[in-house]
Structure formats: C-alpha cells, structure tokens
Nanobody, 126 residues
C-alpha cells in the first residue's frame, strides 16, 4: 500500500521560513520523480517545484524561484521543500506527489503524478 504523507506546514509571519517534508512508503523512490504542488483559497492547484529521480534535476515555478529549494533523500524515502521569505500569497495547502513517467527530468504538471498525499497547510500572515 502506497502512502504519501506531508508535514511541516504551519502559521508563519511574512518573511518567515518553513521546511515541508514528504515521507513515502510502499514505493521505491529511486523510480519516481517527486513534485510539490499547492492550492490556495479560491485558486487552482499549481506546481511549485519538482525533482528528478536521482535529484540531478529540479524545476521551479516562477513564484518559487530564488525562494524555495527542493531536495530528496531516496534512502530515507523523503522529499523536502524549503520555503524562504514567505509571502501571504504563499498561503495554501501544499501537496507532495510521485510520478513514474519521467526518468531524468520532472514536470510541474500535476496530471502526470500518480500518488498524492493529503496535504499540509501553510498560512503566511502579513
């Protein structure tokens, strides 16, 4: 049984920092690209960042470039997303997902991802 579990969401002030963690069980993470997505109030889900199977390639949404950093540890079956300099616009439910399609790249399109977690809430106050 595959389980994807996010943690680390919290209420923070503008300019604050958070690290979100995603732990996966039931999958060999060596065979999956991983992505972080978010959905804010009244907004559509958007891809925030993704990382290839080996961690050699990562992609970021324009809103995340320079502020967020994705990393992974396949031995521990974890994927982290470091959020720096948070803004109220970053308030959203953040989701982690696994994708078997890409080998040496990753996509910010949620359509390709097969396994999803339940999300962790990030709220940024002004």
């Amino acid at each position: 049984q595959v389980q994807v579990a996010e943690s680390g969401g919290s209420l923070v002030q503008r300019g604050g920092t958070l690290t979100l963690s995603c732990t996966v069980s039931g999958l060999d993470l060596d065979n999956y690209a991983m992505g972080w997505f978010r959905q804010g109030p009244g907004k559509e889900r958007e891809g925030v960042s993704c990382i290839s199977r080996s961690g050699g390639r990562s992609n970021y949404a324009d809103s995340a470039k320079g502020r967020f950093t994705i990393s992974r540890d396949n031995a521990k079956s974890t994927v982290n997303l470091r959020l720096n300099n948070l803004e109220p616009e970053d308030t959203a439910m953040y989701y982690c997902a696994a994708d078997h399609f890409f080998a040496n790249d990753c996509s910010l399109s949620g359509m390709l991802y097969e396994y999803w977690g339940q999300g962790t809430q990030v709220t940024v106050s002004s």
